[in-house]
């Protein structure tokens, strides 16, 4: 098992942006499939972004795609989640997962390894 531990959240006005760090406590993070989630108040856990153990493609829910950046850190055990141009319909908590030779997949039940979640709100 992982232990990942998410930073970064807070509250923000719409159009505003935010990075999210997920670090996680592992000697191979190299070898790990990273992923971001999120779930808002009533609501199941979604996917938003995705990064593959070997690092070269990255995944995104259409909701995010070209407001939201995933990358990660090797040096650093540390996975990002750039998110720009807020929108009020992005607050939610987000946590991330990570996954032994993941394929960067958006299934919420594929990732054995979870982070507590950090809360972002997005104010109108």
């Known amino acids: 098992q992982v232990q990942l531990v998410e930073s970064g959240g807070g509250l923000v006005q719409a159009g505003g942006s935010l990075r999210l760090s997920c670090a996680a406590s592992?000697?191979?993070?190299?070898?790990?499939?990273m992923g971001w989630f999120r779930q808002a108040p009533g609501k199941e856990r979604e996917f938003v972004a995705a990064?593959?153990?070997?690092?070269?493609?990255?995944f995104y829910a259409d909701s995010v795609k070209d407001r939201f950046t995933i990358s990660r850190d090797s040096a650093k055990n540390t996975v990002y989640l750039q998110m720009n141009s807020l929108k009020p319909e992005d607050t939610a908590v987000y946590f991330c997962?990570?996954?032994?030779?993941?394929?960067?997949?958006?299934?919420?039940?594929?990732?054995?390894?979870w982070g507590q979640g950090t809360q972002v709100t997005v104010s109108s």
């Open positions: 592992v000697r191979t993070f190299s070898t790990y499939a």
């Open positions: 990064i593959p153990w070997y690092g070269t493609n990255t």
């Open positions: 997962a990570a996954k032994l030779y993941g394929l960067g997949n958006r299934d919420v039940t594929e990732y054995p390894s």
